[in-house]
C-alpha cells in the first residue's frame, strides 16, 4: 500500500483511540472548511506512521493543521512542530479557544510564528533535523518560489515528505461537469479568488485546483523525475486492492474520521534518481 492508505490502515487503532480527542479539538478550531474531521485525520495517520521528528507548517490559518499536528506529536516524544504564517487567527481566536481543553503544557512541542515565509531562513530548523513532514498550505508563487528555491535543496539532503493540501483528483469525479458554464479561463488563484462566479478552476492532468502552486510543483516534479502523488488516487486503489483492509478500517475507527477523498498530493525527492535540480529565487528575501 501507498503513503496514505499505509498510514491509515497501520495507524488505525490509534485514529480509533484519539478520536474522541481529534473530534473535540476540531470542533474547538470550527473551521472544518479548511480541513473536515476525516482530512484531519488522514493527516494525523500519515504523521504517525512517518515518524517525522520535524513536522513544518507552512500556513496557519485557523490552525487545524496545527492542531492535529501537536496532537500526534504527543505520540512522538522528541517531534517538534514549527509553524509558519502570516494571519494571526490562531492567537486570536483558536488558542483561547483550545486552552480550556488542552491546558498550557500541551502547546509545549509547537513553535509558531507570524511571519511571511519569504522571510524566514530555515537551514537552522531543517539541518539538524533526520525526517521531515512538510505541510504545504500557504498558496501562491511567492511562497511556491521560497519552497523550491530554498526549502527543498535543504529537505533533499533529510528523509522527507511534502503533502500539498487544495487538489482534487478529478480522474475520481467522471461525472464532473467539463463545460466552462459562461466562465472565463483561470488566470490565477487571485482572479479566482477575486470572481469565481466568472473564473473557471483549472485541470491540469489528473489536477482540480484553484491555488497557483500546482503549477510550480508539476513542472519541479517533472525536472527531478518524481511523481506528484495524489493520494486520493493511491487510497481509492489500495483499497479496492485490498477489501479486506477496507472493511477493518470501517468496522474499526468511526465513520466521521475516514474518508477516500481528502484532497490532498504528496511528493519527495528521496524518489528521485537525480540529479536533482532548483530554482534560483525569483525574490528578494531570506
Ligand atoms: C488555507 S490557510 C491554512 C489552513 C491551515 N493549514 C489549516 O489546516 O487550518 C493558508 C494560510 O497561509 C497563509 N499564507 C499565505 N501566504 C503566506 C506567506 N507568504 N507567509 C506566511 N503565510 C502565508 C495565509 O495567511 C493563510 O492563513
Same mark, same amino acid.
Given at each position: 500500500?501507498?503513503?496514505?492508505?499505509?498510514?491509515?490502515?497501520?495507524?488505525?487503532?490509534?485514529?480509533?483511540?484519539?478520536?474522541?480527542?481529534?473530534?473535540?479539538?476540531?470542533?474547538?478550531?470550527?473551521?472544518?472548511?479548511?480541513?473536515?474531521?476525516?482530512?484531519?485525520?488522514?493527516?494525523?495517520?500519515?504523521?504517525?506512521?512517518?515518524?517525522?521528528? &520535524?513536522?513544518?507548517? /507552512?500556513?496557519?490559518?485557523?490552525?487545524?493543521?496545527? *492542531?492535529?499536528?501537536? #496532537?500526534? =506529536?504527543? !505520540?512522538?516524544?522528541?517531534?517538534?512542530?514549527?509553524?509558519?504564517?502570516?494571519?494571526?487567527?490562531?492567537?486570536?481566536?483558536?488558542?483561547?479557544?483550545?486552552?480550556?481543553?488542552?491546558?498550557?503544557?500541551?502547546?509545549?512541542? &509547537?513553535?509558531?510564528? /507570524?511571519?511571511?515565509?519569504?522571510?524566514?531562513?530555515? *537551514?537552522?530548523?531543517? #539541518?539538524? =533535523?533526520? !525526517?521531515?513532514?512538510?505541510?504545504?498550505?500557504?498558496?501562491?508563487?511567492?511562497?511556491?518560489?521560497?519552497?523550491?528555491?530554498?526549502?527543498?535543496?535543504?529537505?533533499?539532503?533529510?528523509?522527507?515528505?511534502?503533502?500539498?493540501?487544495?487538489?482534487?483528483?478529478?480522474?475520481?469525479?467522471?461525472?464532473?461537469?467539463?463545460?466552462?458554464?459562461?466562465?472565463?479561463?483561470? !488566470?490565477?488563484?487571485?482572479?479566482?479568488?477575486?470572481?469565481?462566479?466568472?473564473?473557471?478552476?483549472?485541470?491540469?492532468?489528473?489536477?482540480?485546483?484553484?491555488?497557483?502552486?500546482?503549477?510550480?510543483?508539476?513542472?519541479?516534479?517533472?525536472?527531478?523525475?518524481?511523481?506528484?502523488?495524489?493520494?486520493?488516487?493511491?487510497?481509492?486503489?489500495?483499497?479496492?486492492?485490498?477489501?479486506?483492509?477496507?472493511?477493518?478500517?470501517?468496522?474499526?475507527?468511526?465513520?466521521?474520521?475516514?474518508?477516500?477523498?481528502?484532497?490532498?498530493?504528496?511528493?519527495?525527492?528521496?524518489?528521485?534518481?537525480?540529479?536533482?535540480?532548483?530554482?534560483?529565487?525569483?525574490?528578494?528575501?531570506?
Amino acid at each position: 500500500m501507498h503513503l496514505p492508505a499505509r498510514a491509515y490502515y497501520n495507524q488505525r487503532h490509534v485514529v480509533n483511540e484519539d478520536s474522541g480527542t481529534l473530534r473535540a479539538l476540531a470542533q474547538a478550531v470550527a473551521w472544518p472548511t479548511d480541513l473536515s474531521l476525516a482530512q484531519w485525520c488522514s493527516w494525523y495517520s500519515v504523521a504517525l506512521e512517518f515518524q517525522p521528528d &520535524l513536522i513544518i507548517e /507552512l500556513g496557519r490559518g485557523m490552525g487545524n493543521s496545527t *492542531t492535529l499536528f501537536t #496532537l500526534a =506529536a504527543h !505520540r512522538m516524544p522528541g517531534t517538534k512542530v514549527f509553524s509558519f504564517c502570516l494571519s494571526d487567527q490562531w492567537d486570536r481566536l483558536t488558542r483561547p479557544r483550545l486552552l480550556p481543553l488542552t491546558g498550557e503544557a500541551w502547546f509545549a512541542p &509547537l513553535s509558531t510564528y /507570524l511571519i511571511d515565509i519569504c522571510e524566514v531562513d530555515f *537551514t537552522h530548523l531543517i #539541518l539538524p =533535523a533526520k !525526517r521531515i513532514l512538510l505541510l504545504w498550505d500557504a498558496h501562491g508563487y511567492v511562497v511556491a518560489d521560497r519552497v523550491l528555491s530554498h526549502i527543498m535543496p535543504l529537505l533533499a539532503q533529510k528523509e522527507h515528505v511534502v503533502i500539498c493540501h487544495d487538489v482534487s483528483d478529478n480522474r475520481l469525479y467522471p461525472d464532473a461537469p467539463r463545460q466552462y458554464g459562461g466562465k472565463t479561463i483561470w !488566470r490565477g488563484m487571485d482572479s479566482y479568488y477575486a470572481d469565481s462566479d466568472r473564473t473557471s478552476r483549472t485541470n491540469l492532468f489528473w489536477l482540480n485546483t484553484v491555488v497557483d502552486q500546482f503549477v510550480p510543483i508539476l513542472d519541479f516534479c517533472w525536472r527531478n523525475r518524481i511523481d506528484l502523488r495524489s493520494a486520493d488516487w493511491e487510497m481509492k486503489g489500495d483499497m479496492a486492492d485490498n477489501p479486506l483492509a477496507l472493511a477493518e478500517i470501517e468496522r474499526e475507527t468511526p465513520s466521521d474520521c475516514f474518508s477516500v477523498m481528502n484532497h490532498w498530493a504528496y511528493f519527495s525527492l528521496n524518489e528521485s534518481p537525480g540529479p536533482l535540480t532548483f530554482p534560483t529565487s525569483a525574490m528578494r528575501c531570506g
